[in-house]
């Protein structure tokens, strides 16, 4: 058996969330958790807490990349906290530590981590009908240069899904 799949959670932060998204990401992290992968998220709030609430709820590992250096800004429900002090630098440290993306929602701050992403090949699911830039990028690529098409789901259930089932040739292993 190889090691544990590690799916990063991206969207909206405490101050944009709304309850649609904020419930999405709680049933996407309760789904990660039930398949046994490590829940990663910005640690903060949001669409962060919410997925990590879920998957704390289930049982799941949570494991929280926080820009600050406090482990105590982190929020509640991480069982792992790094607390990086990088600032928005550390978007670079969740997406290239994530073997699949899911979007929910999102502003300016996800676009940093979606970038990352897409620029080391990381397969990338955006959350249809959560807003923001999810709905944006489901189904489209970043640039012309089409590295990665970003695949939209319908679903929190079908999003983990297909984060669970990609192709193991389709995962970063640059």
Same mark, same amino acid.
């Given at each position: 058996?190889?090691?544990?799949?590690? @799916?990063?959670?991206?969207?909206f932060g405490?101050?944009?969330? =709304?309850?649609?998204?904020?419930?999405? $990401?709680?049933? *996407? &992290? /309760?789904?990660?958790?039930k398949?046994?992968?490590?829940?990663?998220t910005?640690?903060?709030?949001g669409?962060?807490e919410?997925?990590?609430?879920?998957a704390k709820?289930a049982g799941g590992?949570?494991?929280g @990349?926080?820009?600050?250096d406090n482990k105590?800004d982190?929020? =509640?429900y991480?069982?792992?906290?790094? $607390?990086t002090? *990088? &600032? /928005?630098a550390?978007?670079?440290?969740t997406?290239?530590?994530?073997d699949?993306?899911?979007i929910?929602g999102?502003?300016?701050?996800?676009m940093i981590e979606?970038a990352?992403?897409?620029q080391k090949?990381?397969?990338?699911i955006?959350?249809?009908?959560?807003g923001?830039?999810?709905?944006r990028?489901?189904?489209?690529?970043l640039d012309?240069?089409?590295?990665?098409?970003?695949?939209?789901?319908?679903t929190?259930d079908a999003?983990?899904?297909?984060?669970?089932?990609?192709?193991e040739e389709?995962?970063n292993?640059s």
């Amino acid at each position: 058996m190889g090691r544990q799949k590690q @799916i990063l959670v991206i969207g909206f932060g405490k101050d944009h969330c =709304s309850l649609g998204a904020y419930q999405s $990401a709680y049933k *996407i &992290g /309760l789904e990660i958790a039930k398949r046994s992968g490590i829940l990663l998220t910005g640690g903060l709030g949001g669409v962060m807490e919410a997925a990590s609430r879920g998957a704390k709820e289930a049982g799941g590992l949570v494991v929280g @990349i926080i820009p600050q250096d406090n482990k105590a800004d982190a929020n =509640s429900y991480c069982d792992v906290v790094i $607390a990086t002090g *990088i &600032g /928005l630098a550390r978007d670079f440290i969740t997406a290239y530590s994530a073997d699949a993306v899911i979007i929910v929602g999102g502003g300016a701050g996800t676009m940093i981590e979606a970038a990352a992403a897409y620029q080391k090949k990381i397969p990338i699911i955006a959350l249809r009908g959560s807003g923001g830039i999810a709905d944006r990028l489901a189904d489209s690529y970043l640039d012309d240069r089409s590295i990665e098409r970003i695949i939209g789901e319908n679903t929190p259930d079908a999003a983990v899904r297909t984060a669970f089932n990609l192709p193991e040739e389709a995962e970063n292993d640059s």
